[in-house]
């Protein structure tokens, strides 16, 4: 029930085109779901995030959609840029003082120029 | 944004020797902070939680004496890899969290051990 499971393992995208990564989870507790972006050799680095009271955000070229109900989420990331080339992790958070982030496995998106 | 440090950014030891990382809140107070270890192109495994003053709460199967963790200020977190073996070569990852709260949670850019 703490698991978040994250897909695909890898993505390949054309310059200019949609990254979409995919989240779910089972533990309707989680009330946090951020993304993180890792590059090699660096920490990951907070993207955007979302909690279960809205069904959208969106910062930029970066969009999350939640679907509560689904219990899922997904990062879109519009535009997709060389520079994106990174390792997605998405994550949630355990109630609203959550002590832990559960992450997922990791997406390993390629942006081809 | 809050920036998180960590030291060294990468040490290369012999087996057997302990190595200390220390993990630095820089532009707040850290009540809390938490140990990742993270193996090649795989997710981060959460280690331990350390709250200032007191304690680290170690995940299952970590073991608390080879790992030991130290949050002695607001600011600063140590974790020691005590007698190291080659399989302890990883790379560690703080976060400190500002507040109560999970969307506080900043990463330092993380430690690369390697043990010969």
């Known amino acids: 029930q703490q698991q978040v499971k994250q897909s695909p393992q890898s993505l390949i995208v054309q310059k200019g085109g949609i990254s979409i990564i995919n989240c779910a989870y089972e533990?309707?507790?989680?009330?946090?779901f951020p993304w993180y972006q890792q590059f090699p050799g660096k920490g990951p680095a907070l993207l955007i995030a979302?909690?279960?009271?809205?069904s959208e955000k969106k910062e930029g070229r970066f969009t999350i959609s939640f679907n509560k109900s689904a219990k899922q989420f997904s990062l879109h990331i519009m535009d997709s840029q060389p520079g994106d080339s990174a390792t997605y992790f998405c994550?949630?958070?355990?109630?609203?003082?959550?002590?832990?982030?559960?992450f997922g496995a990791g997406t390993i998106l390629r942006v081809k120029s | 944004g809050a920036v998180v440090s960590q030291h060294p950014s990468w040490v290369i030891c012999k087996s057997g020797t302990s190595v200390k990382i220390e993990c630095r809140s820089l532009?707040?107070?850290?009540?809390?902070m938490f140990w990742y270890r993270q193996f090649p192109k795989q997710s981060l495994m959460l280690m331990a939680t350390?709250?200032?003053?007191?304690?680290?709460?170690?995940e299952q199967g970590v073991e608390k004496d080879k790992f030991l963790i130290n949050h002695a200020s607001l600011t600063l977190s140590t974790l020691t890899v005590t007698s190291a073996h080659p399989e302890d070569s990883s790379f560690y990852i703080c976060?400190?969290?500002?507040?109560?709260?999970?969307?506080?949670?900043?990463f330092g850019p993380g430690t690369r051990l390697t043990v010969l």
């Open positions: 976060s400190a969290r500002a507040g109560e709260v999970a969307d506080t949670q900043y």
């Open positions: 533990n309707t507790a989680f009330d946090y």
């Open positions: 979302i909690r279960p009271d809205v």
């Open positions: 994550a949630a958070a355990l109630g609203r003082y959550g002590n832990k982030l559960v």
């Open positions: 532009d707040f107070q850290a009540t809390t």
């Open positions: 350390s709250n200032e003053g007191s304690k680290a709460t170690y």
